[in-house]
């Protein structure tokens, strides 16, 4: 393979973005500022340490870019360095939660969080992950009649398992999380508490969610869902964890940050500061209202009946479709979702009977409830009809119609 084919390549896939409807409720698009940060030479640098503890020379400026990153992190949340601690280093999410749990656990400790197929995260116990493997997780569920969290069959659990760590934060949930509830919960049965905010970390920058601060003892979060940021991830801790936290991410489980990445998390937390992002998180919210209301009146379910957050889930049943069946048909005519369990599912996990959808990156690039109307007509006619060649034809010209009006990346070629 040649170079300028890898090239061709990634200018192939921008055109993609560019083009296509971006539904994962887990991506986003960065801003060119993010993008440009990422490509410096501060790919070149070894700094392994923290500022001002670095094990290589030469690190003068990258301290500076560090340690700035953290204060941002702080300042993003409304937090005063008194109390609170910001590592920037996690490479991701998952390292950022393995950094946690070996920080202030030992392998075989008891965990607590929500079963995979409700919406927890692969790193909140699945026996297929390391967190299963490691230590002891105890699972949660949603109430099979609701779709939603039932915090007193938490607290039951909690009370009986006597965790030494709560996990609270999904990948796919729809409703608010009551951060309140659980840090009772947590204080009463003598647990820490963490929340992992990677999906609504945006959210709460913008007052669309509540802020798990200062109810959780440590906060996870990726930088590249809501919060528009690069792919990667931090932790946030109280000052008193802060020593183990940051031991665990350097020297117990990463060698050299990547700090041109850290250097874009810190433009990226400058731009979320900004009024702007914070009116889009409650307009991602008002989108994914739209699009609910709007699937519904076409007749499709929803998980819960609805959302509270940027993602809502289809449940595909009464349709005769699996997950995978809907969500292929709709890449087809360029709408990018992926196929997701629905709680207590009858099926597979490789075949869930679910689609999740978010409201992200489309707000990102302008969409509103006028837009949302219009996707939601595409979504419900493609999965009643999800074999309809002309259809899914026609649609996806639609959607190239549509996207060519709300440019994210206008002229970007590499
Ligand atoms: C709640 C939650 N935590 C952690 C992660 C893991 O993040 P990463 O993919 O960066 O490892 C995800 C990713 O989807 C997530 O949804």
Not at 161 to 166: A, S, T
Not at 242 to 270: R, S, W, Y
Request: net charge negative.
């Amino acid at each position: 393979m040649e170079i300028k084919e890898v090239f061709d390549l990634i200018n192939q896939e921008t055109d993609r973005q560019e083009k296509g409807l971006v539904m994962i409720a887990s991506e986003n698009y960065a801003s060119l500022d993010v993008l440009k940060a990422m490509g410096t030479p501060l790919s070149n640098k070894y700094s392994e340490g923290y500022p001002g503890k670095r094990y290589y020379s030469g690190n003068q400026f990258i301290d500076q870019i560090e340690s700035s990153a953290q204060k941002l992190a702080l300042q993003l949340f409304g937090l005063d360095e008194e109390n609170w601690h910001a590592n920037v280093q996690p490479h991701s999410g998952s390292s950022a939660n393995l950094a946690v749990y070996l920080g202030l656990l030992q392998p075989g400790d008891k965990i607590m969080g929500l079963d995979l197929g409700a919406g927890g995260h692969l790193t909140h116990g699945s026996p297929v992950n390391f967190s299963g493997k490691l230590f002891n997780f105890i699972h949660y569920n949603l109430d099979p009649e609701t779709g939603k969290l039932d915090y007193a069959e938490v607290a039951r659990i909690a009370e009986t398992e006597k965790p030494k760590l709560i996990v609270c934060g999904f990948t796919a949930y729809t409703q608010q999380i009551d951060f309140v509830k659980f840090s009772e919960i947590a204080k009463a049965n003598g647990a820490l508490l963490m929340a992992d905010i990677s999906h609504i970390a945006g959210l709460i920058v913008g007052g669309a969610h509540p802020s798990p601060f200062p109810y959780a003892d440590i906060v996870t979060t990726t930088t590249h869902k809501t919060l528009r940021g690069p792919r990667s991830a931090m932790i946030i801790c109280k000052n008193e964890l802060a020593k183990q936290i940051d031991k665990a991410v350097f020297p117990g489980m990463q060698g050299g940050p990547l700090e041109n990445v850290i250097a874009a998390k810190a433009i990226c937390f400058i731009e979320d500061q900004s009024e702007k992002f914070k009116s889009d998180q409650i307009q991602t919210v008002k989108n994914a209202e739209t699009l609910a209301e709007g699937l519904k009146a076409n007749g499709l379910n929803l998980v819960a009946g609805g959302t509270q957050t940027h993602l809502l889930i289809i449940d595909c049943r009464n349709l005769n479709i699996s997950g995978k069946e809907g969500s292929n048909a709709m890449a087809e005519a360029g709408i990018y979702a992926n196929a997701n369990m629905i709680p207590y599912d009858p099926s597979t996990p490789m075949n869930p009977s679910g689609i999740r959808l978010g409201t992200p990156a489309l707000t990102t690039r302008g969409f509103k409830e006028t837009e949302m109307k219009m996707v939601a007509d595409w979504i419900a006619q493609i999965l009643k009809n999800p074999t309809d060649e002309n259809l899914k034809k026609e649609i996806k010209n639609q959607v190239e119609n549509l996207t060519a009006k709300f440019p994210i990346y206008p002229n970007l070629s590499y």
